[in-house]
C-alpha cells in the first residue's frame, strides 16, 4: 500500500479516458452520505437504542452484541422502513454526489456502487437530465450472461423504496453468491475508487476475494485517519495493488478531483439559471394551435426570464437598474473569488483586477471573501516554502507575508491571517540564527496574540505558539530555555481547555518535553520524559493511528536509552523499536520512521561487542535503506549510514576496517551529491578520515589527516560558523602533531590552538572546545622541558577550568585535567611530584563523583599511582601498587573487555615483583602473566602485551639458574617474536638474539628497531646486551647510519 496524492489519481483518470480505456467504478460507503443528513452506522444504532428502548428484543441484546445488523434484526421490516424513510426525507443532496454526477456525466465514471441505501446519487444525477440503469441487489433474483451497463447504479444493500433492504445478516446472506459473479462481470480493466466505505460489511470480503486490482485499488482516507486494521491488512497485501489517498473527507476529495480533472464547477451550483434552462429545453417546442398559445407563451415567458438572469447573474452584462447592475456585478465578483480559491489558481494580474472592481463596495461579505483569497494565497506561498531551501524558501516566506498582510489590509479582524502570518514568521526563524531567529520569533508570538485577542477561543493559534516557543527553546541554554519551554507548555495547556481532544497538542507537548529532558540529567530528564510519554499516550489514546506521536515516542525513548546502561539502556532501545514498529504498521511508507530506528540501532550497537555489536549494524543499515527505497533523495539517512559504518568499522581492524570506512565514505559522497551544501556531511566525513589516519602510520596517515581537513575546510566555507567543524579540526591536527617532532609538531599543535580559538569565538560557551584545547596544550608539554612545559601544563588546567565554570558536571575536563597532572607529576621529584599527584587523584575522583561509572578515570587513576609507586620504595610503594590494582579491578568491573586495564595490571605487577624476591616475587609475575593472558584473550593482535609479557618473562628468568632459566628466556623470546608477527617492537627480540649470539638475526631486528625508532643510538650504546658487538663492523655501520640520519 502505498500514499499518493489526488492529482496522481486525476492523472490516470485523464489518460483513460484519453485511450478511450474503461473507466473507473466509484465505491460509496456511508461516509459519502454523511454530510447529506444522512447518519453513520454509528448514529442509527443510537437512534434505535433510544427511539425502541422498551423492546424486549433490543433490552434481551447484550451491550456487546448491539451491532447494527443485530440492531436492525430487532426491528420489524416495517420499523426498519420507518426509521429509514424518516432519514431518507430529511436528506439533502451533498457536494459529494454533486461532483461524482458530474463526473459521470463527463464520462470518467462507468460504475457507481453503493452500500447506502439513499437516492442521493439518483437526485444527483437527476440535475443533469440524467438517469441511470439501476440494479437493486436486494431484489435481484437471477443474472443473465449480460453485464451491467455502464454509466449506472448498483445497491449493494438494497434502495430505500425497494421491497427489501439487507440490513440484518440473514438478509445479507440473500446476495452473497451473486456479489462475486456481478464484480467478476465489470472489474476488468478499471480502476477501483473507494470513498466514505469503512470496510465493515460482508460486501468488503467479496472485495478482498477479486486477487491484484491491475488498474489500481485508490481508498480515500476520512481526512488523515487510517483505514482499520482489517482494510490496512488487505491493502498492505502483496500485490494487491492498492494506493491509499490522504486529507480529505469525501465532499473535499470530489472537489478537488473535479478541479484537478480541469472540469468546471457544476452548473447547478455555478451556473443555476444555465442548468434550468437545460432544463426547460427537454421540453418539447408547443405548437402553435389555439388552445396551446397560452402555454407557450408562459413557456416563453421562463425562457427569457431565465436568459435574463443568466446575461445578468452568470455573465455580469446588467441593463436594468442601477441597484440591480450592482448587486449582480457583486454576486459575479464573489463567484470569481470563490472559484480562485476552489482551484488553488492565484494569478497576480486576476487578483489585482478582482481587488480593483471590489475597492470601495461596502459589502462585508466580499471584503471577507477577498481577505480570505489573499489568506489563502499566503498559506500557498508558506506550504510551497517548506518544500525550498536557502533564498528561495525566505523568498516564498516573505511572499506569504505579504499576503497575509493585504488580507488583514482588507478586512481587519481575520484572526486566520494573523495566526498564518505567525506560522510564517516562524518557519522563516528556523532558517535564521542568533538574535535575527530571535526577533522573527517574537514577531511570530506578537500575531498569536493578536489572534487571540480577535478570536479568544482559538486554539490553532495557541498550539502554534507552543510550537515556536519551544523551537526558540532549543536555541536557548539554561534558566533561559527552561522558562521558554515552560513558556510552551502553557500555550498547550490553554489549546487543550479549548479543546481537551486535540491530539496534535499533547503529541506537540511531549515532543517539546522531550527536547527539555535532552538538556538536563539523570533523575531531572528521566522525569521529563516520563511526562513526555504521558503526552504521546494521551495523543494516541484520542486518536489510536497517530503515527507520528508513536514516531516522537520512539524518539524520547531513544534519547532517554542514551542516557543508561546495560540491560537499562537496552530495554529503552527495544521499546523505541516497539514504536518505530507501530508508527510504521499505520504508515508503512513512513522513512523517518525507518531513520530514527536506523539512527538507534547504531546507538545501541555501540554499547555492545563482536557479533551482537555487527548485526544491531546491519541491522541498522537495513533501515536505512529501507528508508532510501521510499525516499531516493533522503540524504539524512545517508549521512547517519556513513556515520555507522564508520563505528562499525572502527570495531574492525586490516583491511576489513579499511574497506568499511570505504563505504561510509561513499554514503557521505552520495548525501553531498543530493544536497551539496551539507556541510555535517563533510564533517563527519572529516571526522571518520581523522579516525582511519589514526590507525596508520607516516606518508599514509598523513595523507588521511590532511583529507580530512579538506573536508573541515569545505563545510566551512558553507557554513562559516561552524563550530563543530573548527572544534574536529583541532583535536585532528592535535593528533597529527602527536606523530611529528620538534618544529614540525609544534606547528600543527598551534594550528590545532588556533581552529580551538576560533570556534570559541564563534560559541564562546563551548566547554568541549576548552577540554580538547586543554588536552592538546598538555601533549605539546609532554615534548618540552622545564619551565616551557610547566607554563604550558598551566595553560592547559586554566583551559580545563573554563570548562568547568561553563558545565560544572563535565566529567571529562576533570578526567583531562587529572591526566595533565600527573604527566606534570612524572617531571618533578620529591613533595611537589606527590602533591601534583594528589592533585590528579582528586580530578579522578570527582569525574567519578559526577560519572560513578567512568572506567576510563579509574584506569588512568591506576596509572597515576603506579607513577607515583615508582617513585617511591619498600611499603610505602607497595601500598601504593595495590591502591592501583583496586583502581584496574574498578574498571574492569565496569567494563569487563577493557582489555587496557588488564595490561598495564599486568606491568605493575611485573614492576611489583622487580621489586621481590624468592617466592613472593615469582607468585606477583604470575599474576602479571595472568592479566597479559586476559588482555589477549580479550584483543587477540595485542602486541603490547605480548612484548611486556616477554619483558616480565625475561626478568623472572634472569632471577633463575640453569634449564629453568633457559625455558623462560625461550617463552621470552615466543612472546617476542609473537609481538612482532603482530606488528610491535623487535628491540627486545634483536637483544635476545644479541645474548644468545644470533649476530645475523640480531643486527637484522636492531636496525629494524632503529628505522623504525623504537629506541635511539645513544640507548644502544649504553645497553649491556650488546657489549660484545662493539666491535662488529656491522654493528657499527648500523650505529653510524642512524647518527647521520638523527643529525
Given at each position: 500500500?502505498?500514499?499518493?496524492?489526488?492529482?496522481?489519481l486525476?492523472?490516470?483518470?485523464?489518460?483513460?479516458?484519453?485511450?478511450?480505456?474503461?473507466?473507473?467504478?466509484?465505491?460509496l460507503?456511508?461516509?459519502?452520505?454523511?454530510?447529506?443528513?444522512?447518519?453513520?452506522?454509528?448514529?442509527?444504532?443510537?437512534?434505535?437504542?433510544?427511539?425502541?428502548?422498551?423492546?424486549?428484543?433490543?433490552?434481551?441484546?447484550?451491550?456487546?452484541?448491539?451491532?447494527?445488523?443485530?440492531?436492525?434484526?430487532?426491528?420489524?421490516?416495517?420499523?426498519?422502513?420507518?426509521?429509514?424513510?424518516?432519514?431518507?426525507?430529511e436528506?439533502?443532496?451533498?457536494v459529494?454526489?454533486?461532483?461524482?454526477?458530474?463526473?459521470?456525466?463527463?464520462?470518467?465514471?462507468?460504475?457507481?456502487?453503493?452500500?447506502?441505501?439513499?437516492?442521493?446519487?439518483?437526485?444527483?444525477?437527476?440535475?443533469?437530465?440524467?438517469f441511470?440503469?439501476?440494479?437493486d441487489?436486494?431484489?435481484?433474483?437471477?443474472?443473465?450472461?449480460?453485464?451491467?451497463?455502464?454509466?449506472?447504479?448498483?445497491?449493494?444493500?438494497?434502495?430505500?423504496?425497494?421491497?427489501?433492504?439487507?440490513?440484518?445478516?440473514?438478509?445479507?446472506?440473500?446476495?452473497?453468491?451473486?456479489?462475486p459473479?456481478?464484480f467478476?462481470?465489470?472489474?476488468?480493466?478499471?480502476?477501483?475508487?473507494?470513498?466514505?466505505?469503512?470496510?465493515?460489511?460482508?460486501?468488503?470480503?467479496?472485495?478482498?476475494?477479486?486477487?491484484?486490482?491491475?488498474?489500481?485499488?485508490?481508498?480515500?482516507?476520512?481526512?488523515?485517519?487510517?483505514?482499520?486494521?482489517?482494510?490496512?491488512?488487505f491493502?498492505?497485501?502483496?500485490?494487491?495493488?492498492?494506493?491509499?489517498?490522504?486529507?480529505?473527507?469525501?465532499?473535499?476529495?470530489?472537489?478537488?478531483?473535479?478541479?484537478?480533472?480541469?472540469?468546471?464547477?457544476?452548473?447547478?451550483?455555478?451556473?443555476?439559471?444555465?442548468?434550468?434552462?437545460?432544463?426547460?429545453?427537454?421540453?418539447?417546442?408547443?405548437?402553435?394551435?389555439?388552445?396551446?398559445?397560452?402555454?407557450?407563451?408562459?413557456?416563453?415567458?421562463?425562457?427569457?426570464?431565465v436568459?435574463?438572469?443568466?446575461?445578468?447573474?452568470?455573465?455580469?452584462?446588467?441593463?436594468?437598474?442601477?441597484?440591480?447592475?450592482?448587486?449582480?456585478?457583486?454576486?459575479?465578483?464573489?463567484?470569481?473569488?470563490?472559484?480562485?480559491?476552489?482551484?488553488?489558481?492565484?494569478?497576480?494580474?486576476?487578483?489585482?483586477?478582482?481587488?480593483?472592481?471590489?475597492?470601495?463596495?461596502?459589502?462585508?461579505?466580499?471584503?471577507?471573501?477577498?481577505?480570505?483569497?489573499?489568506?489563502?494565497?499566503?498559506?500557498?506561498?508558506?506550504?510551497?516554502?517548506?518544500?525550498?531551501?536557502?533564498?528561495?524558501?525566505?523568498?516564498?516566506?516573505?511572499?506569504?507575508?505579504?499576503k497575509?498582510?493585504?488580507?488583514?489590509?482588507?478586512?481587519?479582524?481575520?484572526?486566520?491571517?494573523?495566526?498564518?502570518?505567525?506560522?510564517?514568521?516562524?518557519?522563516?526563524?528556523?532558517?535564521?540564527e542568533?538574535?535575527?531567529?530571535?526577533?522573527?520569533?517574537?514577531?511570530?508570538?506578537?500575531?498569536?496574540?493578536?489572534?487571540?485577542?480577535?478570536?479568544?477561543?482559538?486554539?490553532?493559534?495557541?498550539?502554534?505558539?507552543?510550537?515556536?516557543?519551544?523551537?526558540?527553546?532549543?536555541?536557548?541554554?539554561?534558566?533561559?530555555?527552561?522558562?521558554?519551554?515552560?513558556?510552551?507548555?502553557?500555550?498547550?495547556?490553554?489549546a487543550?481547555?479549548?479543546?481537551?481532544?486535540?491530539?496534535?497538542?499533547y503529541?506537540?507537548?511531549?515532543?517539546?518535553?522531550?527536547?527539555?529532558?535532552?538538556?538536563?540529567?539523570?533523575?531531572?530528564?528521566?522525569?521529563?520524559?516520563?511526562?513526555?510519554?504521558?503526552?504521546?499516550?494521551?495523543?494516541?489514546?484520542?486518536?489510536?493511528?497517530?503515527?507520528?506521536?508513536?514516531?516522537?515516542?520512539?524518539?524520547?525513548?531513544g534519547?532517554l536509552?542514551?542516557?543508561?546502561?546495560?540491560?537499562?539502556?537496552?530495554?529503552?532501545?527495544?521499546?523505541?523499536?516497539?514504536?518505530?514498529?507501530?508508527?510504521i504498521?499505520?504508515?508503512?511508507?513512513?522513512?523517518?520512521?525507518?531513520?530514527?530506528?536506523?539512527?538507534?540501532?547504531?546507538?545501541?550497537?555501540?554499547?555492545k561487542?563482536?557479533?551482537?555489536?555487527?548485526?544491531?549494524?546491519?541491522?541498522?543499515?537495513?533501515?536505512?535503506?529501507?528508508?532510501?527505497?521510499?525516499?531516493?533523495?533522503?540524504?539524512?539517512?545517508?549521512?547517519?549510514?556513513?556515520?555507522d559504518?564508520?563505528d562499525?568499522?572502527?570495531?574492525?581492524?586490516?583491511?576489513?576496517?579499511?574497506?568499511?570506512?570505504?563505504?561510509?565514505?561513499?554514503?557521505?559522497?552520495?548525501?553531498?551529491?543530493?544536497?551539496?551544501?551539507?556541510?555535517?556531511?563533510?564533517?563527519?566525513?572529516?571526522?571518520?578520515?581523522?579516525?582511519?589516519?589514526?590507525?596508520?602510520?607516516?606518508?599514509?596517515?598523513?595523507?588521511?589527516?590532511?583529507?580530512?581537513?579538506?573536508?573541515?575546510?569545505?563545510?566551512?566555507?558553507?557554513?562559516?560558523?561552524y563550530?563543530?567543524?573548527?572544534?574536529?579540526?583541532?583535536?585532528?591536527?592535535?593528533?597529527?602533531?602527536?606523530?611529528?617532532?620538534g618544529?614540525?609538531?609544534?606547528?600543527?599543535?598551534?594550528?590545532?590552538?588556533?581552529?580551538?580559538?576560533?570556534?570559541?569565538?564563534?560559541?564562546?560557551?563551548?566547554?568541549?572546545?576548552?577540554?580538547?584545547?586543554?588536552?592538546?596544550?598538555?601533549?605539546?608539554?609532554?615534548?618540552k622541558?622545564?619551565?616551557?612545559?610547566?607554563?604550558?601544563?598551566?595553560?592547559?588546567?586554566?583551559?580545563?577550568?573554563?570548562?568547568?565554570?561553563?558545565?560544572?558536571?563535565?566529567?571529562?575536563?576533570?578526567?583531562?585535567?587529572?591526566?595533565?597532572?600527573?604527566?606534570?607529576?612524572?617531571?618533578?621529584?620529591?613533595?611537589?611530584?606527590?602533591?601534583?599527584?594528589?592533585?590528579?587523584?582528586?580530578?579522578?575522583?570527582?569525574?567519578?563523583?559526577?560519572k560513578?561509572?567512568?572506567?576510563?578515570?579509574?584506569?588512568?587513576?591506576g596509572?597515576?599511582?603506579?607513577?607515583?609507586?615508582?617513585?617511591?620504595?619498600?611499603?610505602?610503594?607497595?601500598?601504593?601498587?595495590?591502591?592501583?590494582?583496586?583502581?584496574?579491578?574498578?574498571?574492569?568491573?565496569?567494563?569487563?573487555?577493557?582489555?587496557?586495564?588488564?595490561?598495564?595490571?599486568?606491568?605493575?605487577?611485573?614492576?611489583?615483583?622487580?621489586?621481590?624476591?624468592?617466592?613472593?616475587?615469582?607468585?606477583?609475575?604470575?599474576?602479571?602473566?595472568?592479566?597479559?593472558?586476559?588482555?589477549?584473550?580479550?584483543k587477540?593482535?595485542?602486541?603490547?602485551?605480548?612484548?611486556?609479557?616477554?619483558?616480565?618473562?625475561?626478568?623472572?628468568?634472569n632471577?633463575?639458574e640453569?634449564?629453568?632459566?633457559?625455558?623462560?628466556?625461550?617463552?621470552?623470546?615466543?612472546?617476542?617474536?609473537?609481538?612482532?608477527?603482530?606488528?610491535?617492537?623487535?628491540?627486545?627480540?634483536?637483544?635476545w638474539?644479541?645474548?644468545?649470539?644470533?649476530?645475523?638475526?640480531?643486527?637484522?631486528?636492531?636496525?629494524?628497531?632503529?628505522?623504525?625508532?623504537?629506541?635511539?643510538?645513544?640507548?644502544?650504546?649504553?645497553?649491556?646486551?650488546?657489549?660484545?658487538?662493539?666491535?662488529?663492523?656491522?654493528?657499527?655501520?648500523?650505529?653510524?647510519?642512524y647518527?647521520?640520519?638523527?643529525?
Amino acid at each position: 500500500m502505498k500514499e499518493i496524492k489526488i492529482e496522481h489519481l486525476a492523472y490516470l483518470l485523464k489518460e483513460a479516458k484519453e485511450k478511450n480505456q474503461p473507466q473507473p467504478i466509484f465505491f460509496l460507503g456511508a461516509g459519502a452520505s454523511r454530510s447529506g443528513n444522512i447518519p453513520l452506522a454509528g448514529e442509527i444504532i443510537q437512534h434505535i437504542i433510544r427511539d425502541y428502548s422498551q423492546s424486549p428484543f433490543i433490552q434481551e441484546l447484550p451491550n456487546e452484541a448491539r451491532t447494527y445488523a443485530k440492531l436492525m434484526d430487532c426491528l420489524l421490516p416495517s420499523q426498519r422502513d420507518e426509521l429509514l424513510k424518516r432519514y431518507i426525507n430529511e436528506a439533502k443532496i451533498n457536494v459529494t454526489h454533486i461532483y461524482l454526477a458530474q463526473l459521470l456525466k463527463e464520462g470518467f465514471v462507468d460504475y457507481v456502487l453503493t452500500v447506502n441505501f439513499d437516492n442521493l446519487i439518483l437526485r444527483a444525477l437527476a440535475f443533469y437530465n440524467i438517469f441511470p440503469a439501476t440494479y437493486d441487489m436486494a431484489i435481484l433474483k437471477d443474472l443473465t450472461t449480460t453485464t451491467f451497463k455502464e454509466k449506472s447504479v448498483v445497491y449493494l444493500h438494497g434502495q430505500n423504496h425497494g421491497l427489501w433492504l439487507l440490513n440484518t445478516t440473514e438478509e445479507l446472506d440473500k446476495v452473497k453468491t451473486i456479489l462475486p459473479r456481478i464484480f467478476d462481470s465489470i472489474k476488468n480493466s478499471r480502476p477501483w475508487v473507494f470513498i466514505g466505505y469503512s470496510g465493515e460489511d460482508p460486501v468488503f470480503e467479496h472485495i478482498k476475494s477479486l486477487g491484484r486490482f491491475d488498474n489500481g485499488l485508490y481508498w480515500v482516507t476520512y481526512n488523515d485517519h487510517s483505514p482499520n486494521d482489517n482494510v490496512q491488512k488487505f491493502l498492505s497485501a502483496p500485490n494487491t495493488n492498492a494506493f491509499l489517498i490522504t486529507g480529505y473527507d469525501s465532499d473535499s476529495f470530489m472537489l478537488k478531483l473535479n478541479s484537478e480533472l480541469g472540469l468546471g464547477q457544476p452548473s447547478i451550483v455555478d451556473k443555476p439559471f444555465t442548468a434550468l434552462k437545460e432544463m426547460l429545453n427537454e421540453i418539447v417546442d408547443i405548437d402553435e394551435k389555439e388552445y396551446f398559445k397560452g402555454v407557450k407563451e408562459r413557456l416563453e415567458i421562463s425562457k427569457r426570464q431565465v436568459d435574463e438572469a443568466i446575461e445578468q447573474h452568470e455573465h455580469g452584462i446588467v441593463e436594468s437598474t442601477k441597484d440591480l447592475k450592482g448587486n449582480t456585478e457583486i454576486d459575479f465578483l464573489k463567484k470569481e473569488i470563490i472559484n480562485l480559491i476552489i482551484a488553488e489558481k492565484y494569478q497576480e494580474k486576476v487578483i489585482s483586477d478582482i481587488e480593483i472592481r471590489a475597492k470601495g463596495i461596502p459589502d462585508d461579505n466580499l471584503q471577507g471573501l477577498l481577505s480570505g483569497l489573499y489568506s489563502n494565497w499566503g498559506i500557498y506561498f508558506g506550504k510551497l516554502a517548506e518544500t525550498k531551501e536557502g533564498g528561495e524558501a525566505e523568498e516564498l516566506c516573505h511572499q506569504s507575508i505579504e499576503k497575509f498582510q493585504k488580507a488583514i489590509e482588507i478586512k481587519p479582524d481575520i484572526h486566520e491571517a494573523y495566526n498564518n502570518w505567525g506560522n510564517a514568521l516562524g518557519i522563516l526563524a528556523k532558517t535564521k540564527e542568533g538574535k535575527e531567529a530571535e526577533v522573527l520569533y517574537h514577531q511570530s508570538f506578537e500575531k498569536y496574540q493578536k489572534t487571540i485577542e480577535i478570536k479568544p477561543d482559538y486554539q490553532e493559534a495557541y498550539n502554534n505558539w507552543g510550537i515556536y516557543l519551544g523551537n526558540l527553546a532549543k536555541t536557548k541554554e539554561g534558566k533561559e530555555a527552561v522558562a521558554l519551554y515552560h513558556q510552551s507548555f502553557e500555550k498547550y495547556q490553554k489549546a487543550i481547555g479549548i479543546k481537551p481532544d486535540n491530539h496534535e497538542v499533547y503529541n506537540n507537548w511531549g515532543y517539546d518535553l522531550g527536547d527539555l529532558a535532552k538538556t538536563k540529567e539523570r533523575k531531572e530528564a528521566e522525569e521529563l520524559y516520563n511526562q513526555s510519554f504521558e503526552k504521546y499516550q494521551k495523543a494516541i489514546e484520542i486518536k489510536p493511528d497517530y503515527h507520528e506521536a508513536y514516531f516522537n515516542w520512539g524518539t524520547d525513548l531513544g534519547d532517554l536509552a542514551k542516557t543508561k546502561e546495560r540491560k537499562e539502556s537496552e530495554e529503552l532501545y527495544n521499546q523505541s523499536f516497539e514504536k518505530y514498529q507501530k508508527a510504521i504498521e499505520i504508515k508503512p511508507d513512513y522513512h523517518e520512521a525507518y531513520f530514527n530506528w536506523g539512527t538507534d540501532l547504531g546507538d545501541l550497537a555501540e554499547t555492545k561487542e563482536g557479533k551482537e555489536s555487527e548485526e544491531l549494524y546491519n541491522q541498522s543499515f537495513e533501515k536505512y535503506l529501507k528508508a532510501i527505497e521510499i525516499k531516493p533523495d533522503y540524504h539524512e539517512a545517508y549521512n547517519n549510514w556513513g556515520a555507522d559504518l564508520g563505528d562499525l568499522a572502527g570495531t574492525k581492524e586490516g583491511k576489513e576496517s579499511v574497506a568499511l570506512y570505504q563505504q561510509s565514505f561513499e554514503k557521505y559522497q552520495k548525501a553531498i551529491e543530493i544536497k551539496p551544501d551539507y556541510h555535517e556531511a563533510y564533517n563527519n566525513w572529516g571526522n571518520y578520515l581523522g579516525i582511519l589516519a589514526m590507525t596508520k602510520e607516516r606518508e599514509e596517515s598523513v595523507a588521511l589527516y590532511h583529507q580530512s581537513f579538506e573536508k573541515y575546510q569545505k563545510a566551512i566555507e558553507i557554513k562559516p560558523d561552524y563550530h563543530e567543524a573548527y572544534n574536529n579540526w583541532g583535536n585532528y591536527l592535535g593528533n597529527l602533531a602527536k606523530t611529528k617532532e620538534g618544529k614540525e609538531a609544534v606547528a600543527l599543535y598551534h594550528q590545532s590552538f588556533e581552529k580551538y580559538q576560533k570556534a570559541i569565538e564563534i560559541k564562546p560557551d563551548y566547554h568541549e572546545v576548552y577540554t580538547n584545547w586543554g588536552a592538546d596544550l598538555g601533549n605539546l608539554a609532554k615534548t618540552k622541558e622545564g619551565k616551557e612545559a610547566v607554563a604550558l601544563y598551566h595553560q592547559s588546567f586554566e583551559k580545563y577550568q573554563k570548562a568547568i565554570e561553563i558545565k560544572p558536571d563535565y566529567h571529562e575536563a576533570y578526567y583531562y585535567w587529572g591526566n595533565s597532572l600527573g604527566n606534570l607529576a612524572k617531571t618533578k621529584v620529591g613533595k611537589e611530584a606527590v602533591a601534583l599527584y594528589n592533585q590528579s587523584f582528586e580530578k579522578y575522583q570527582k569525574a567519578i563523583e559526577i560519572k560513578p561509572d567512568y572506567h576510563e578515570a579509574y584506569y588512568y587513576w591506576g596509572i597515576s599511582l603506579r607513577n607515583l609507586a615508582k617513585s617511591k620504595e619498600g611499603k610505602e610503594a607497595v601500598a601504593l601498587y595495590y591502591k592501583s590494582f583496586e583502581k584496574y579491578q574498578k574498571a574492569i568491573e565496569i567494563k569487563p573487555d577493557y582489555h587496557e586495564a588488564y595490561y598495564n595490571w599486568g606491568i605493575d605487577l611485573g614492576n611489583l615483583a622487580n621489586t621481590k624476591e624468592g617466592k613472593e616475587a615469582l607468585e606477583l609475575y604470575y599474576q602479571s602473566f595472568e592479566k597479559y593472558q586476559k588482555a589477549i584473550e580479550i584483543k587477540p593482535d595485542y602486541h603490547e602485551a605480548y612484548y611486556n609479557w616477554g619483558v616480565d618473562l625475561g626478568n623472572l628468568a634472569n632471577t633463575k639458574e640453569g634449564k629453568e632459566a633457559l625455558e623462560l628466556n625461550y617463552q621470552s623470546f615466543e612472546k617476542y617474536q609473537k609481538a612482532f608477527e603482530l606488528g610491535g617492537k623487535c628491540y627486545n627480540l634483536a637483544c635476545w638474539h644479541a645474548l644468545k649470539e644470533n649476530n645475523k638475526e640480531a643486527l637484522f631486528y636492531l636496525d629494524l628497531s632503529l628505522m623504525k625508532k623504537e629506541i635511539s643510538v645513544h640507548f644502544v650504546e649504553n645497553d649491556d646486551d650488546w657489549k660484545n658487538f662493539l666491535k662488529d663492523k656491522d654493528f657499527m655501520n648500523i650505529l653510524n647510519k642512524y647518527n647521520k640520519l638523527s643529525t
